[in-house]
């Protein structure tokens, strides 16, 4: 057998070389076109909504949404009114609808280490999600189920109206808690600037748009009841109490 002479050995290596710049090439080609589509979409749509980007122009179908809105708005209403906003049969309201209700000692500091709050804690992934499913005895997965988390105690009615409103539209299939939709909202929730919100696609500023959304007018209705019951003196403090759900 003849050796392998110089030439033909600088040949193959050079054919080989090309061959992984094409491949590295083309693996890169379409790593940006997943990029570029990703942040060139046309359309987003939840469960309730539909937004169309076309000509410069955004169209949004909300009427569905409006609808639902509405129907939270006027139940929530009907509930607090035969409850009283007491707390506690507000909560009896969630047991029964389906939620686990999870009262915990220092809830507020185990839900503080995931960047929660107690009330409403949608679905969570990853560690977050064993985390809280082992504290609630919610099994061993990955994956939770939204449940209700409080501290031990009495509950704050303005807090836990806030809250609870939310759950509602939650319950009644409003946009804006899906896991996503959720997480870019913490994020940007705790964040000290709105920096990297420009690289957002579609879907999740639409995502986030539904959950400020969601959030303000759990806000908006919690005030505007303690208005009419206290007038407006301290409802903001009132709500916060400094961060808690506690009295």
Known sequence: MKPFCRKC???FSMNIFKK???FLLKTQEKQLSSRLDKHLQTSSANKTSKTILASNVTVTLTSETEKNKELVLNTVKEIVSSTKNNPDLLIEYIKTHGTKVVKLPNADKILAFISEEEGLVCELRGWKAFYINVLTD???AFKSKPMFILRDGGIDPYYM???FYKWFSFYKGLPGFEYEAQ???KRFLNAKDSKGIENLTLSEMTGLKEAIARDNEATDFT???AKSIDGSKNVLDKMKNDGGANI
Do not use: A
């Open 9 to 11: 050995y600088i040949l």
């Open 20 to 22: 992984i710049i094409y």
């Open 138 to 140: 919610s099994g061993f």
């Open 161 to 163: 109206l806030h809250q």
């Open 183 to 185: 997480q870019t909202f």
């Open 223 to 225: 005030i505007n009841y």
